[in-house]
T-cell receptor
Framework: DAKTTQPPSMDCAEGRAANLPCNHSTISGNEYVYWYRQIHSQGPQYIIHGLKNNETNEMASLIITEDRKSSTLILPHATLRDTAVYYCIVPDSSYKLIFGSGTRLLVRP | NAGVTQTPKFQVLKTGQSMTLQCAQDMNHEYMSWYRQDPGMGLRLIHYSVGAGITDQGEVPNGYNVSRSTTEDFPLRLLSAAPSQTSVYFC?????????????FGEGSWLTVV
């Protein structure tokens, strides 16, 4: 079973920040948190990943709580092209990359 | 999707036929895996491999075979296609361990079994 829990859907207004939460309460100390997104039926697109510290790249920011049991993906200025399904994934030591159901983000004009 | 190539992109099979979906990567990745995605659903892991000669089952392995004779290639074989195998198939690869490395996905192979 997936080790992550995400809300099934969210929406935000274009130009505003989109904050997507993820719970991973069973995460181990050396397991990273990954975020991917999928637009329509294209291949999943890598967004960002992190271990303990907050991370930022050109696409998004990742905020990981101090206890590492949850994280938030932040799209600082959402555009219509950010409408997609967002997956939070925690690869474990067994190398089984299990996807959950993800969060369907709708960016409204 | 840099470096992970899937072929064919589209395929229609008759029930009972067999076929092979090809996946190749040119990044010298040790880890490769196959997923299927049914309409409106998330990705489910079929099989994965951590190196040449090493494969293991994922969540939904029944009806599929894999082999890993080279680092670059990880073909997925459907032994006797069934309508329930109509899906989009994605291949992924990364260095080991996946955790801590970027995981790349192919663009998908659309399979319809009639």
């Amino acid at each position: 079973d997936a080790k992550t829990t995400q809300p099934p859907s969210m929406d935000c207004a274009e130009g505003r920040a989109a904050n997507l939460p993820c719970n991973h309460s069973t995460i181990s100390g050396n397991e990273y948190v990954y975020w991917y997104r999928q637009i329509h039926s294209q291949g999943p697109q890598y967004i960002i990943h992190g271990l303990k510290n907050n991370e930022t790249n050109e696409m998004a920011s990742l905020i990981i709580t101090e206890d590492r049991k949850s994280s938030t993906l932040i799209l600082p200025h959402a555009t219509l092209r950010d409408t997609a399904v967002y997956y939070c994934i925690v690869p474990d030591s067994s190398y089984k990359l299990i996807f959950g159901s993800g969060t369907r983000l709708l960016v409204r004009p | 999707n840099a470096g992970v190539t899937q072929t064919p992109k589209f395929q229609v099979l008759k029930t009972g036929q067999s076929m092979t979906l090809q996946c190749a990567q040119d990044m010298n990745h040790e880890y490769m895996s196959w997923y299927r995605q049914d309409p409106g659903m998330g990705l489910r892991l079929i099989h994965y491999s951590v190196g040449a000669g090493i494969t293991d089952q994922g969540e939904v392995p029944n009806g599929y075979n894999v082999s890993r004779s080279t680092t670059e290639d990880f073909p997925l074989r459907l032994l006797s296609a069934a309508p329930s195998q109509t899906s989009v198939y994605f291949c992924a690869s990364s260095h080991l361990p996946p955790s801590g490395n970027t995981i790349y996905f192919g663009e998908g192979s659309w399979l319809t079994v009639v």
